[in-house]
């Protein structure tokens, strides 16, 4: 997917454009008959997390610190989601009909608005907003 060019703004900005965009696409959810089970909004630079089954402290592989993820700016979140009368309930799987249906959702909210990690069908539950042109998201 092209994602629409990116208007800049600040950072506190950004932060309550991706709030009202959030609330947006939980409406949009519920109104589908989907459910939502929500993580990783704020990621703490140090935190505890599990780690191949280990407790541990200390900054995550997932969330790594170079280049942030914009979890750390707390314009990021990921959305587990679900969708009752599917066999497998949970749609984990990227390029899924009903992820590329809440990706083009997501991305008509705001130019700023992106999904994954980048690389096509990888961490598709992963829905951020960026604060300026060529921001990692
Ligand atoms: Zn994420």
Redesign the pocket.
Known sequence: MTFQKAVTMTEGQGQELFSRCLWRFLQWLEQKGWESRLS?CGVQSSRTFIHDGVRMKGVDSVHRVDPP?L?YSRR???VNLQVPGRADRWVREGGTAEWAEAHAFWASLHPNCRFGNGSAGS?DN?LSLIIREGEKW
């Open positions: 990783e993820s979890h990021a979140i990921d961490d992963h």
